[in-house]
């Protein structure tokens, strides 16, 4: 199964059709959404062509490719306009003998993961940069942010295909995550 992995589109337009256009140039067989899906949230600046509502109907056309977890940016009122679930705060993936832990990271994180096994992923957004760390008995990746990347970040996603991750901008750069 091919995944495609992004977080934090916190309601840009721009940046949606941006990575719905790369999930289907990537072919993938799921977008998994890190959280912060609408809302920008009060310590952003707006994104670029910020219109939750618009992206609201880009994701619902996809609802039934989409995996999701709560953000913090994320309300039970974004729910009620979106045809697929957001709100679990975290959703539990194998990848051969490891289990990936995707949450979006404002609970459970870098500094303050959850019970993982040796070799586990820790899969998380919030930062808004990309990261890929090796831990003592865990990996950490984060896919950075769709539309608000910091740090001198860019605007990117994760590609999971054939037990490795891809890190993408939206420009063609790749950096790979071995592990």
């Known amino acids: 199964m091919k995944l495609m992995?992004?977080?934090d589109v916190h309601g840009s337009v721009y940046y949606c059709e941006k990575m719905i256009n790369a999930y289907k140039e990537e072919k993938a067989d799921k977008l998994l959404l890190l959280g912060d899906l609408l809302y920008h949230g009060p310590?952003?600046?707006l994104p670029k062509e910020y219109e939750p509502k618009k992206v609201i109907s880009m994701l619902n056309d996809i609802a039934d490719e989409i995996l999701c977890v709560r953000g913090n940016c994320d309300a039970e009122v974004d729910q009620m306009v979106l045809k697929f679930p957001i709100m679990a705060e975290y959703c539990i993936l194998y990848l051969d003998n490891r289990m990936i832990f995707a949450t979006h990271g404002h609970k459970f994180n870098e500094e303050n993961p959850p019970l993982l096994k040796n070799g586990d992923i820790l899969l998380a957004g919030h930062t808004h940069i990309p990261k890929f760390a090796k831990h003592e008995n865990f990996?950490?990746?984060n896919p950075g942010s769709v539309s608000i990347p910091k740090e001198g970040s860019r605007n990117g996603y994760i590609v999971l295909e054939?037990?490795?991750f891809v890190w993408k901008?939206?420009?063609g750069n790749t950096l790979n995550f071995e592990l």
């Open 43 to 45: 310590r952003n600046d």
């Open 169 to 171: 901008d939206f420009d």
């Open 139 to 141: 990996y950490y990746i």
């Open 5 to 7: 992995i992004a977080s």
């Open 162 to 164: 054939n037990d490795k």
